[in-house]
């Protein structure tokens, strides 16, 4: 998928988790429980000496996709009240914790370990991209057959697809072809 610019850090760890998921090719990159552990382990989230079970791989992969609708709200999508449920279960989970730097910065933080800690760090970088006002530029493709996790980089905000060439074109074009059939 050709994409537009990554979306800054450590936002852009929360983009990459969603695009785990590549639903146009159905690949997975957390296919399975060593899979989910392999790409936690290589983006930091996770220690290289736990090991995850299947019952955990798959609290991942509901957050991953809770995230992506959440994702979709940012662009204008109703929110299913079951999304709102599972991002909630994974917040009690998760426990965080707050600390300050040497500027009287506060920062958030998951402190636990294992896969609640993981999903715990992914909260809290949401937590600072809502407080640094990153949060809703940060949505997904509204594109059934995309939905890829974007960054809108827009002035305004507006941006509505991951890429305006394939998937806004592919929309328009779509929108034509029922706008005639209604026609005739």
């Given at each position: 998928?050709?994409?537009r610019?990554?979306?800054?850090e450590?936002?852009?760890?929360?983009?990459?988790?969603?695009?785990?998921?590549?639903?146009?090719?159905?690949?997975?990159?957390?296919?399975?429980?060593?899979?989910?552990?392999?790409?936690?382990?290589?983006?930091?989230?996770?220690?290289?000496?736990?090991r995850?079970e299947?019952?955990?791989?798959?609290?991942?992969?509901?957050?991953?996709?809770?995230?992506?609708?959440?994702?979709?709200?940012?662009?204008?999508?109703?929110?299913?009240?079951?999304?709102?449920?599972?991002?909630?279960?994974?917040?009690?989970?998760?426990?965080?914790?707050?600390?300050?730097?040497?500027?009287?910065?506060?920062?958030?933080?998951?402190?636990?370990?294992?896969?609640?800690?993981?999903?715990?760090?992914?909260?809290?970088?949401?937590?600072?991209?809502?407080?640094?006002?990153?949060?809703?530029?940060l949505?997904?493709?509204?594109?059934?057959?995309?939905?890829?996790?974007?960054?809108?980089?827009?002035?305004?905000?507006?941006?509505?697809?991951?890429?305006?060439?394939?998937?806004?074109?592919?929309?328009?074009?779509?929108?034509?072809?029922?706008?005639?059939?209604?026609?005739?």
């Amino acid at each position: 998928m050709a994409a537009r610019p990554p979306a800054p850090e450590p936002l852009e760890l929360v983009r990459q988790f969603v695009n785990t998921r590549d639903v146009e090719s159905g690949a997975d990159e957390l296919a399975d429980a060593r899979a989910t552990e392999a790409w936690l382990v290589a983006h930091g989230l996770l220690d290289d000496a736990v090991r995850l079970e299947p019952a955990d791989q798959r609290r991942v992969v509901e957050l991953r996709e809770a995230l992506r609708a959440l994702l979709l709200a940012n662009n204008g999508v109703p929110l299913d009240p079951h999304v709102v449920e599972v991002l909630n279960s994974v917040a009690e989970r998760s426990p965080l914790h707050a600390s300050f730097d040497v500027t009287g910065t506060i920062g958030v933080t998951g402190r636990s370990a294992g896969v609640d800690g993981a999903l715990g760090q992914l909260i809290s970088i949401m937590l600072q991209a809502v407080a640094d006002d990153t949060w809703p530029r940060l949505k997904v493709c509204p594109d059934d057959e995309c939905l890829w996790a974007f960054y809108d980089h827009s002035r305004n905000r507006s941006g509505q697809w991951c890429v305006m060439a394939v998937c806004g074109n592919r929309n328009k074009a779509r929108s034509y072809r029922e706008r005639q059939r209604a026609a005739h």
